[in-house]
């Protein structure tokens, strides 16, 4: 298991510059799938979408095949969550609607390394209520990611996350957190969205995070669907997902999935 305990893994500059070349290409499906988010498209097309552009590119799949737990395989090459959803939600038969919110996140390797980053998408008009929680979860990872410099301390990032959120009366998921993130999609240290400042190993140049708080516009508590992978919310509100791939940088946070127009 992953814990606060474990050494961070500092990357070298090539190892770098594969997670920098495997997050783009997250960053630039992510950007594909989430112009295609109109009413009526099955889940299942954006999985078929992004399978298209991972073969085009010649990158390979984080997530398809990935069991850890004992977990069933998981399934697709993304995972979307809708509305009361949390995360790791699997592609289906299910057609998005006018008003949903979609939680789309998505990771690919080059080379053995790689990048992770979410976004949840407005389908059309929504109440303002679901708008607030994604305007707000959203401004909750840039607040995170504000701490991520050589010198602060792991914990920073979830006490920035969970300052944000919850004045507005929304609440941090615990039961899933950010993660390292390397030769491995899920790399020690466990970086939870919530805690408070100044706890646990100080950042360092070379060290990269995927940063992805799960913001519930109720309370956290979440319940697993009976196919062992969908997490929702225990009270049935909505909830918004937001997930970059951090480098420290000598000079501050490098978001190596952010590219123009991207979140
Ligand atoms: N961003 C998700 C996470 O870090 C990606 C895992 S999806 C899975 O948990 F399907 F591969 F599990
Ligand atoms: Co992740």
């Known amino acids: 298991m992953l814990s606060y305990g474990q050494r961070i893994p500092i990357k ?40 298209k ?41 299910r057609r998005i609607e006018e008003g949903d919110l979609i939680s789309i996140d998505f990771g690919v390797s080059v080379d053995g390394y790689h990048g992770d ?39 920073d990032i979830g006490h920035a996350v969970q300052s944000h959120v919850e004045p507005e009366g929304f609440s941090v998921v615990r039961d899933f957190a950010g993660h390292g993130i390397g030769s491995e999609m899920h790399e020690p240290p466990w970086v939870p969205n919530y805690g408070s400042k100044g706890r646990g190993p100080r950042l360092q140049p070379g060290m990269v995070f995927a940063i992805e708080p799960m913001v519930n516009a109720g309370r956290a508590d979440i319940e697993i669907l009976d196919d062992e992978w969908t997490a929702v919310t225990a009270d049935g509100s909505c909830s918004a997902h937001f997930e970059h791939t951090i480098l420290i940088g000598e000079a501050g946070p490098d978001v190596l999935t952010r590219i123009e127009g991207s979140h």
């Open 53 to 93: 552009e991972i073969s085009q590119r010649g990158v390979k799949s984080s997530f398809k095949g990935y069991n850890p737990y004992g977990l069933p395989k998981y399934p697709a090459v993304i995972c979307i969550s809708i509305n009361n959803e949390i995360v790791h939600g699997i592609p289906g038969d």
């Open 117 to 155: 980053s979410a976004v949840t998408v407005i389908v059309g008009e929504v109440e303002e209520e679901k708008r607030r929680l994604v305007e707000k979860t959203h401004e909750s990872l840039d607040k995170g990611i504000e701490t991520m410099r050589p010198g602060k301390r792991l914990s």
């Open 12 to 51: 070298t500059r090539s190892e770098i510059d594969k997670m920098r070349e495997a997050a783009r290409h997250v960053a630039e499906v992510l950007l594909i799938l989430r112009d295609r988010a109109e009413p009526g498209m099955p889940t299942s097309e954006f999985d078929r979408v992004a399978q």
